[in-house]
């Protein structure tokens, strides 16, 4: 399916790329032909709300939320509520998918006060009842009014052979005001049986996850000609949250797809989102790597670590960036989104293009196509008002790999990943690493530090990883090489100048720390640290014999930590 991006609802272009045009590309698990004609039944346990066939004696919820039940068996179609377009994009939202009924037909009513004010989710997600769901705004009974969200089809995607006909709502609750929550059944049902199912009711905050999809893409996205630069960017964190980001998981093409090329070059960034808005436009980079497209069409995630770690507070976007490119007889879409999922709100993905130029990460706001996100504006994330297409309420399988607690300290330096000195005989690291050591597979070990680096209070742990034996860990006074080390048996000696035995630690699983072992003392005084001041650290560990050079020994990278009071 090709879709003009002028005729997306809700998506404003720039005069200078309204010519240029969002291609969709749907894996064959996600086709609508897989749709069976008969409701599945759930295993939801029952619950004690069943709503009333009437308006005007709406169940009562109060300001409850969680799981509510819903008994669509004997229920008839009032003349309350939505029956037809009426105005505004979230009418679309109740469109049945591939056609233009937008009624809830055999529905039952609740009524509902919001506990709090803020981002409301109303989601049969987890079911695969045929239902439709539309919000308005109480006490008074809707007539011949726009509703404030609808929601049918909502994901337009199937789980196997399995058509997933969930609904999901989303609106801006006010704390104390009443609204009227509608459930009817969608077009598989709209002449048939009822059935019993339920609902949920979650009030902001709306946790965002790390990881959105179930593992398995269906559909991918490419905006504009060959050359033209693309962008998919996903939010994450949450606005009173402080999140340490080690990297990212990112794969290219649902399982099968043609079109995509390993090794096509890409930027993988992260973005701090200031105002924590989750909108990309006034983002500012954090980091970008230089990689490259891996495993494309096989569904299998692809790790790319930032370097050093990235602290963020609130939301933050990670993205990937990359210029399209025409491979045979299929057109490059690496804009990759799982739309099964649960979890990914109205402005989880967004997307942002360049025509005919590299997607500038650093300045979102330069690009021609700088960032529009992946639904209808609007909490609603209405269906398209042209196509009725759900493959839109997507997330991008983009992972966040975060670090599971406290914030890392120090500055990194002196890797053996090119951007110092080379390696002693071309064993490279990875990003932020230490030379290749001889672990299968090695892409260098890696020092980091945690703690508080005080002298009157000194928490400080380092803590090296994929060292293949044991290791000695020790403090310099300078950096050698100007910061960029010299070569030292298979490795690079960054901490020079006085240099102090901390202790030596035997790793487990690849992993040492110290303190440690039969070395306990705080770093303060193994380093003897008397008065505020800036140190480096490094561990210099055994390796096999002959794998690089005659040396038995490799390095991490340095960790440059200033010490306090």
């Known amino acids: 399916m090709r879709l003009l991006l002028f005729a997306v609802p809700a998506v404003t272009m720039l005069a200078s790329f309204a010519e240029a045009q969002l291609f969709e590309n749907v894996s064959p698990r996600a086709a609508v032909a897989s749709e069976p004609s008969f409701a599945i039944p759930t295993q939801l346990p029952p619950a004690p709300t069943v709503g009333s066939d009437v308006c005007a004696t709406a169940e ?20 309350e509520g939505q029956i037809t377009f009426t105005g505004g994009d979230c009418n679309y939202g109740c469109a049945e998918y591939g056609n233009a009924n937008v009624q809830v037909p055999g529905d039952v009513w609740f009524t509902w006060t919001a506990p709090a004010t803020g981002r409301v989710r109303i989601s049969s997600c987890g079911s695969l009842a045929d239902v439709k769901i539309a919000v308005y705004l109480g006490p008074t009974c809707p007539t011949g009014t726009s509703c404030i969200g609808c929601s049918d089809d909502y994901h337009g995607a199937s789980v196997g052979a399995v058509y997933q006909r969930d609904a999901r709502v989303f609106f801006d609750a006010v704390l104390g005001t009443n609204y009227l929550i509608q459930v009817g059944r969608g077009f598989s049902l709209f002449a048939g ?49 402080v999140t340490t980001v080690l990297g990212t998981d990112v794969s290219w093409g649902w399982t099968g797809q043609t079109g995509l090329v390993n090794g096509t070059p890409c930027v993988v960034a992260i973005w701090d989102d200031p105002t924590d808005d989750a909108n990309p436009t006034d983002c500012v980079l954090l980091q970008q790597v230089s990689t490259t497209y891996q495993n494309v069409g096989t569904g299998i995630f692809t790790s790319i670590l930032f370097s050093p770690p990235v602290t963020v507070n609130g939301n933050y976007f990670i993205g990937v960036a990359s210029q399209l490119i025409v491979a045979g007889t299929g057109v490059d879409a690496p804009l990759t989104a799982d ?85 002693p005989c071309g064993n490279v690291g990875g990003p932020g690493r230490g030379c ?88 303060h005084i193994g380093g003897v640290i008397g008065a505020p001041g800036t140190f480096h650290y490094q561990c210099w560990y055994r390796d096999a014999f002959m794998f690089c050079s005659v040396a038995t020994n490799n390095l991490t990278q340095g960790v440059t930590i200033p010490w306090g009071t």
Not at 61 to 70: D, E
Not at 348 to 353: D, E, I, P, R, V
């Open 436 to 523: 290749a050591n001889s672990t299968a597979g090695s892409t260098g070990a890696i020092l980091s530090a945690v703690g508080v680096a005080s002298i009157s209070a000194d928490t400080v742990v380092l803590k090296a990883t994929d060292v293949s034996g044991p290791g000695l860990f020790f403090q310099g006074s300078v950096q050698f090489g100007g910061g960029n080390g010299i070569t030292f048996g298979d490795g690079l000696l960054c901490a020079g100048g006085t240099i102090l035995r901390l202790g030596v630690v035997f790793p487990v699983a690849g992993v040492a720390t110290y303190p440690g072992g039969l070395t306990p003392n705080p770093i």
């Open 193 to 241: 049986t009822g059935f019993i199912d339920a609902f949920t009711i979650d009030v902001a905050p709306i946790v965002r996850p790390n990881v959105y999809d179930d593992g398995a893409a269906e559909v991918s996205f490419s905006v504009g000609a060959a050359g033209n630069g693309n962008c998919r960017m996903q939010c994450f964190g949450d606005p009173s949250a």
């Open 60 to 79: 009562v919820l109060g300001s409850a939320v969680g799981s509510f039940g819903y008994d669509l068996t004997t229920a008839t179609t009032g003349t």
């Open 339 to 423: 739309s099964t999922l649960c979890f990914a709100q109205p402005d989880t993905a967004w997307y942002g293009a360049n025509t005919g130029l590299a997607y500038d990460v650093t300045n979102i706001p330069a690009n021609s196509g700088p960032a529009f996100r992946l639904g209808a504006a609007g909490n609603c994330q209405a269906q398209g008002t042209a196509t009725y297409n759900g493959l839109y309420h997507s997330a991008w399988t983009i992972r966040s790999n975060v670090l599971a607690g406290p914030p890392p300290i120090g500055t990194s330096f002196c890797s053996g990943d090119g951007t110092a000195t080379a390696c």
